[in-house]
């Protein structure tokens, strides 16, 4: 675990309307880093696709708890971690394949891929009836001589 130089945290209601909320807050706190417009847009695309995820799967018929805390770690390094108390998921494996999906036609299936492709490292915890937290790394680059 790194150590933490500077963190928020936020819990909101698993309301659709608060997705673009939490990818804003997630992007204007990564901010202080730094980082290219291409890395905002990647830890924004990342953190709806967590969000989205835990309103969609955790509460399919229930408004519950969405947390979203996010830490400047030594090294660079922003941790990203979305969690709820919902549902969870039976089997991590099977849920991170490409394709795969329990919300219905309408859902494409590649949410954890989404993330893992637009973030440096992806891991998820979760237990059946307790909840899921899905905790994303990315090193934002440090600026030589004012460039990149």
Known sequence: MRKSVNYIRLEFPS??????FARMAAACFASQMDPTLNEVEDIKTAVSEAVT????????DSIGKVSLKAKICEGNILEISIK????????IDKARQP???TGGEERSGMGFTIMESFMDALTVHSTPGK??????HKKIASRANGQR
């Open 15 to 20: 309301r659709s309307s608060n997705e673009g």
């Open 53 to 60: 995820n835990a309103i969609v799967h955790a509460y399919p």
């Open 84 to 91: 709820d108390a919902g549902k969870g998921i039976p089997n």
């Open 99 to 101: 394709m795969y999906t």
């Open 131 to 136: 909840g899921t937290t899905v905790t994303m």
